[in-house]
T-cell receptor
Framework: GENVEQHPSTLSVQEGDSAVIKCTYS??????FPWYKQELGKGPQLIID?????GEKKDQRIAVTLNKTAKHFSLHITETQPEDSAVYFC???????????FGAGTILRVKS | DTGVSQDPRHKITKRGQNVTFRCDPI?????LYWYRQTLGQGPEFLTY????????KSRLLSDRFSAERPKGSFSTLEIQRTEQGDSAMYLC??????????FGQGTRLTVV
């Protein structure tokens, strides 16, 4: 089955700097890769996703890149703000599959 | 609010008791998922419904766990004879066909 690895487990950046979180996956059949942000005591919130027919997708300060050959994808957050502090999860799923397989999460701390 | 709704938000129960959680998905979504999340980990898939049919169950879902989705609307997750190892956040998510999965706020279960 699918296995998703995520790193780093914790990331501290200064406000205004960029943050990059990386994930690798094992199942070549996976072709849908969402990223979720989870704040303390809340459920995961979808922030951006990418499908395998696209190499990069951007939404304001957030971008995701995908390298299907190498089976890895990354989340990039530019101009970080204190409110970006949260736990971020990557996930992978077959396009019409039934379940998401999540990474272990990255705790992002943005210091002001 | 048209998001995924879960009830209760918190549940404390004694070991050996039965508990039931409820999830109300986004109204137009026909797919519903249950996940479990323990501290410091990403969500793990438990089970999946398409309309009222339960189509997939994880090995994590022991015989003490049962989920239903009568009439293809809300869903319930019951845990019988709770154990301390059942303490976790139980997350519900919903999606339409080939669309993004949106999570509820979760039910945090503590077994004492």
């Amino acid at each position: 089955g699918e296995n998703v690895e995520q790193h780093p487990s914790t990331l501290s950046v200064q406000e205004g700097d960029s943050a990059v979180i990386k994930c690798t996956y094992s199942d070549s059949a996976s072709n849908y890769f969402p990223w979720y942000k989870q704040e303390l005591g809340k459920g995961p919130q979808l922030i951006i996703d990418i499908r395998s027919n696209v190499g990069e997708k951007k939404d304001q300060r957030i971008a995701v890149t995908l390298n299907k050959t190498a089976k890895h994808f990354s989340l990039h957050i530019t101009e970080t703000q204190p409110e970006d502090s949260a736990v971020y999860f990557c996930a992978a799923r077959e396009e019409y599959g039934n379940k998401l397989v999540f990474g272990a999460g990255t705790i992002l701390r943005v210091k002001s | 609010d048209t998001g995924v709704s879960q009830d209760p938000r918190h549940k404390i129960t004694k070991r050996g008791q039965n508990v039931t959680f409820r999830c109300d998905p986004i109204s137009e979504h026909n797919r519903l998922y249950w996940y479990r999340q323990t501290l410091g980990q990403g969500p793990e898939f438990l089970t999946y419904f398409q309309n009222e049919a339960q189509l997939e169950k994880s090995r994590l879902l022991s015989d003490r766990f049962s989920a239903e989705r009568p009439k293809g609307s809300f869903s319930t997750l019951e845990i019988q004879r709770t154990e301390q190892g059942d303490s976790a956040m139980y997350l519900c998510a919903s999606s339409g066909v080939s669309t993004e999965a949106f999570f509820g706020q979760g039910t945090r279960l503590t077994v004492v």
